[in-house]
């Protein structure tokens, strides 16, 4: 949840119709899934 909570708080302007578009490029350069069990619960509910 670090990186979901600093995406969060960078800043964000309003470009053409769309808004909350961060200023500077956002990069995600890995993503892990860190327990099985939260990953299919996660499916489950939907």
Do not use: F
């Not at 969060?8 to 500077?24: D, I, K, L, W, Y």
């Not at 490029?25 to 990953?39: F, G, L, N």
């Amino acid at each position: 949840m670090d990186v979901v909570d600093a995406i969060s708080r960078v800043q964000t302007t309003t470009r053409g119709v769309m808004a909350n578009v961060p200023v500077e490029t956002v990069v995600i350069t890995k993503a892990t899934i860190k327990e099985q069990a939260v990953h299919e619960r996660l499916l489950n509910d939907h």
